[in-house]
């Protein structure tokens, strides 16, 4: 199937029939499948894949080489790095007052290369990606 669809900046990427893409913002090379539904104002990088029944919402900035697997949800204000896998059903949350987590924690709260880490964490920085909310790195 090569299913091509040309966004405004004459980019091209490739959607299933099947697929929602309300975005203008999508790399080259990027690959959506049947029944994931991307947002208007999602900045998809390029060359990423979004499996099948992934939502983007709005507001949400993916990198390039991002691989979204089957069934992950990424909410408002999430910023995903280049090069980041997301597996099946990972879960994200851009929970503004969670109940708990690790203040002591360290963690950097964005998806970054190069290594891996999970953890709950509240940063002051506007540009970080989960805010707090579970920050899986790795690359």
């Given amino acids: 199937m090569t299913p091509t669809t040309d966004v405004q900046s004459g980019i091209s990427y490739m959607a299933h029939p099947l697929a ?51 069934g992950v949800n990424v909410w408002r204000g999430v910023t995903i790095e280049d090069d980041v896998f997301l597996g099946p059903n990972c879960v994200l949350t ?9 203040r002591r924690s360290q963690c950097h709260n964005r998806l970054r290369r190069g290594y891996w880490s999970v953890c709950l964490h509240r940063s002051g920085r506007s540009s970080d990606s989960f805010r707090p909310g579970f920050c899986v790195s790795g690359g």
């Fill in 94 to 102: 851009n929970d503004p007052n969670p109940r708990a987590y690790d």
């Fill in 20 to 70: 929602l893409v309300e975005s203008d913002e999508i790399g080259e090379g990027t690959r959506i499948w049947a029944f994931a539904h991307v947002m208007k104002n999602a900045r998809i990088g390029c060359g990423c894949n979004i499996g099948e029944h992934c939502y983007i919402e709005q507001g949400v900035t993916l990198g390039n080489n991002v691989t979204v697997k089957n």
